[in-house]
């Protein structure tokens, strides 16, 4: 758990999962906090599963899912905003946060399946 905990990519995630589920807090959307609140919490959360795994190609598997889950987020947050759901700020700064993540995962899954 020490190298997770040392990966700058899951500490970002978990800050963002942090910032989303804080941003959210007076949403009256239940249904779109939800599906937000579970998109942005599966980014840091499946970093850790695939961390756990022993074999690259899994952990890899996982790394994808948690890219996946990124492009969900940066998607919902740009919907929050235009639907009026959610503030113009800070909602932005975290879409563009989903997208720093996402690119590192990127790079993260190259590296190690490059081994």
């Known amino acids: 758990m ?13 800050r963002l999962s942090v910032n989303t589920y804080t941003l959210l807090g007076d949403c009256r959307n239940h249904g779109f906090a939800n599906q937000l609140g579970r998109a942005a919490l599966s980014i840091a959360s499946n970093i ?11 952990r890899a ?16 947050f740009l919907i929050g905003v235009e639907a009026g759901i959610l503030p113009t700020k800070p909602t932005l700064d975290y ?12 790079a993260l899954i190259r590296h190690i399946e490059s081994k």
């Open 95 to 106: 879409a563009d946060e989903a997208v720093r993540i996402r690119q590192m995962l990127f």
């Open 2 to 14: 020490d190298a997770l905990k040392n990966l700058e990519v899951w500490q970002k995630s978990c």
């Open 48 to 58: 850790a599963e695939g961390y756990e795994r022993e074999g690259s190609k899994d």
């Open 61 to 76: 598997r996982f790394l994808k899912v948690a890219k996946g889950s990124c492009a969900e987020a940066w998607t919902q």
